[in-house]
């Protein structure tokens, strides 16, 4: 396994990672609330994620990945009622919608999504024990606070003074609170509401208790990390230490806390209360999944990103084009020719340096992932390419494989230079030369109208055609 370092939100320090029980990693992050569709603030939280499993897993961990759904909260309720819906089909809805968004990203290192709905018992069980432990305390109605007072801890991770708080996102500011920083772990039944029974009386969960007793019964009291966006330290994060910590004893509950950067809007963080959201589906109907994942990538996850509607989007398109270009050949040539393609032999020092280069990218990512350091040495590799002239055409088999190292590397790793049609190429490796002899042919005798339909038949399935001095290329069009 690869030592790496971390930055965590607790500590607020970098830290070398130390799994409780190697090569085992337990990690949560706190998924979508699915009350609107996502939007692109979204995406990059869980591209952020991807990465981090996708190079956990590269090195030798074995992580399980736990993403939640919190298919049940006031602001799904209140946007059900508004639409005359059920609150869970409209959650389960937009989830759906969300999927096809993560594949189309490329986010697909999640082992489970846990649906909160679904763990009541366990959410049930977690709250008698607080309330056994007089951390917890009944209101005249029959809900459920936590009392803030109880757990001397809270606030470490945002920093807070518990004296100066005030309720936070999602805590109703209520009279039956002994004090207002106490919060909610059990909301007595409202008409017309989903609700379920309980020592208490009918209701339903309050939103922290959800995740915590999530991660008790599948990762356990003490797990190695916990992410999310910023945004969601506090109240969320502060209230969840609290909870687990105060129901079971073991301290910490998280070894690690991972905390990605917002996606702002005109200076704003992007959020669906605001409103100033850009659809996630929308930008990646318009710009490809490949592109708006390099967007998200091509900035250290901690820092925050502007999103200019339109411009922002538009430039990475086109950084992207550029740095795949190379890999995306590489690819072509290899689907279309097989590894053992004559050619000429790739120069020693090449070889040589694309091996160390892997090194060099598993070490951006082995300091606090910094992907953005990534993407400019994979640019930097694009040059040297370019600069020592290769011929990519004209290479070998094994030459190709060897200098597509790093593009390998990033394929595994960023989850970029994924190919949508992958496999396709192989398939149609001995269809697209006959179809062009056939083309070229009619170009010779001087049936351009006949070549021309070829060409325009091969663009209509998605292929693009290059004529040059030494014949013509073809690559498909639609890969990402």
Sequence with gaps: MRQFR?????????RVFAPIFPPRVG??????????????GHGRTFVVFDVVVRALRRWGYRVFYVQNVTNLDDKLIARAAAENDDPLELAERHFAGYLRSMDQLGVRSVNYYPFATDYIPEILAQIRELVDRKVAYVASDGSVYFEVAKFPRYGALSGQNVSALQAGARVEVDERKRSPEDFVIWKAATPGEPSWESPWGPGRPGWHVEDTAMTGRLLGPRYDLHGAGLDLIFPHHEAEIAISESATGEVPMVNYWIHSGFVTMTGEKMSKSIGNVASLEQAIGEYGGGALRFYYLNAHYRSPVDFEPGKSLEEAREAYRRLSAPADRIADLLDRDGPERSG??????????????VDRLDATLADD??????IALLFGWGRRLGDKGIDLDHLDGPGLAEIAGPYDWARETLGLFERRAAGRSGAWSTVVPLLLEARARARARGDFAEADRIRDQLTAVGLRLEDGPDGTRWEFTDRE
């Design 6 to 14: 971390v930055y965590d939100s607790m500590t607020r320090a970098v």
């Design 369 to 374: 992932f910094n992907t953005r350091e990534s």
């Design 27 to 40: 990690l949560y992050v706190c998924g979508l609330t699915p009350y609107a569709p996502a939007h692109v």
């Design 344 to 357: 000429d032999a790739l120069p020693e020092d090449l070889g040589a340096a694309a091996d160390e280069l």
